[in-house]
C-alpha cells in the first residue's frame, strides 16, 4: 500500500457519510486504504459506515476495526496505525472530508522529494485557521533547523494530525503513538514528531477541509481536562527538551505555560509553582529571573515588556524565509 487513511469514527452521523465520499473520489485510489475506527459511539455513525462500504466499488480497500468500548481519539488513532500497510499515513478526522485531489498531491510531493511528511493547507469555516492561508513556507526543506522550528511554532503551522502525510516507519521506528487519556492529543505527538523529521513538504493547494463541529471537543472548554492535560504536557515537553533547537523547544512551552496560566487553570499556587519550575530548570540564569518576573507580576506595561523580551530571546537566530530559500 502507498497510503493509509486513518479515520477515527466517534458520533459523526451527520457527517460521516461526506467524509468517505470525499475519500472515495481521490484521483489516487490505487494502493490506497482506508481503516476506519468505530470508537464505540452512540448515533448511527457506524451503520452509516457499513452501508457506504457495502455499496462502494473502486480501489480503495476500506476496513472498518471495533473497539470494544470507547477509548478515545488517541486509541483510535494508534488501532490504525497498529493495522496500516501503507507506506504513508494520514490522519483524516470523520466530521473533516478531503479535496478530490488530496491523496494524489501529498503522495507526489512525499515520493519527488522523499519527504518524512507532507503538509497540507487547509479550508475551513473556523476564524482562527485563516491565518494559516497564503503561507509563505517553502514547498521542500531538508534544513532541520528550520523544519523543527517551523514545526514547534504554532503561530505558522497547525498543530494537527489531520492532513499530514507521514512516514509509517518514521512513526512505528520512534515510537510516535498518540498519548491516550489526555485531549489536545494532536500537540502533545506534534512536539516528539518535530525532533524527528526531517525532511518536509509543504503543499500549497488546499488539500482538507477542516469544519467547526458544535459540540466537538475544541468547541468545550473542560476546565479539569485542560488543568490535567496542561500539567501533563508542560511537564513531559520540560522533561523532554533536547539539545537541538533547545529555544524553540523552550519558546513552545513557555507559550503554553502563558496561556495555561492566563486562562486561571492553576489557581493552586503550589501547582502553578511546580509547572513555572519546570521550564526554570531547563533555562539559562537570565532567562530564569525573567521568568520568576513575568509570572510574579500582575498585567502591566512592564509585564508585557518583559514577555517579548523573552519571546525575542527564544526566537534568537530564527532562520528567514529567505535564508530558507537559499539553503534549498
Not at 487519556?181 to 512536539?191: N, P, T
Not at 501547582?271 to 519546570?278: A, E, G, K, N, S
Amino acid at each position: 500500500m502507498d497510503i493509509s487513511v486513518i479515520v477515527p469514527i466517534y458520533n459523526v452521523e451527520n457527517y460521516i457519510l461526506e467524509c468517505l465520499q470525499s475519500v472515495a473520489v481521490q484521483t489516487k485510489t490505487k494502493d490506497v486504504e482506508c481503516i476506519l475506527v468505530d470508537d464505540c459511539g452512540t448515533d448511527n455513525s457506524v451503520k452509516v459506515a457499513e452501508q457506504f462500504i457495502s455499496a462502494y466499488e473502486g480501489d480503495i480497500s476500506f476496513a472498518l476495526l471495533h473497539h470494544p468500548e470507547n477509548r478515545g481519539l488517541s486509541a483510535a488513532r494508534n488501532t490504525g496505525i497498529k493495522n496500516a500497510r501503507g507506506k504513508y499515513l494520514f490522519f483524516l478526522d470523520s466530521d473533516d472530508a478531503i479535496k478530490s485531489y488530496c491523496l494524489d498531491e501529498l503522495f507526489t510531493l512525499a515520493e519527488t522529494y522523499q519527504a518524512d511528511m507532507v503538509q497540507g493547507a487547509y479550508e475551513s469555516d473556523l476564524a482562527s485557521m485563516k491565518r494559516f492561508e497564503d503561507s509563505p513556507l517553502p514547498e521542500f526543506s531538508e534544513n532541520k533547523s528550520f523544519v523543527k522550528r517551523t514545526l514547534l511554532n504554532y503561530d505558522v503551522n497547525p498543530v494537527m494530525a489531520q492532513n499530514r502525510l507521514v512516514r509509517r516507519q518514521l512513526v512505528v521506528d520512534n515510537n510516535l503513538w498518540f498519548k491516550e487519556g489526555i485531549i489536545h492529543e494532536d500537540l502533545y505527538w506534534s512536539f516528539f514528531l518535530a525532533k524527528v523529521v526531517e525532511r518536509i513538504c509543504f503543499c500549497k493547494q488546499k488539500t482538507y477541509f477542516y469544519r467547526s463541529t458544535p459540540g466537538s471537543i475544541t468547541n468545550k472548554v473542560n476546565v479539569a481536562k485542560e488543568t490535567l492535560v496542561f500539567h501533563t504536557i508542560i511537564e513531559d515537553f520540560c522533561l523532554h527538551i533536547d539539545s537541538f533547537e533547545r529555544n524553540a523547544q523552550k519558546r513552545l512551552v513557555f507559550c503554553l505555560l502563558l496561556g495555561a496560566i492566563s486562562s486561571g487553570y492553576y489557581k493552586d499556587n503550589v501547582d502553578r509553582q511546580y509547572l513555572i519550575d519546570c521550564l526554570r530548570k531547563q533555562d539559562t540564569f537570565i532567562n530564569r529571573i525573567l521568568l520568576y518576573l513575568i509570572f510574579k507580576m500582575k498585567g502591566s506595561f512592564v509585564r508585557t515588556k518583559l514577555i517579548n523580551l523573552l519571546m525575542k530571546i527564544y526566537q534568537k537566530g530564527e532562520l528567514s524565509m529567505e535564508d530558507t530559500k537559499l539553503r534549498n
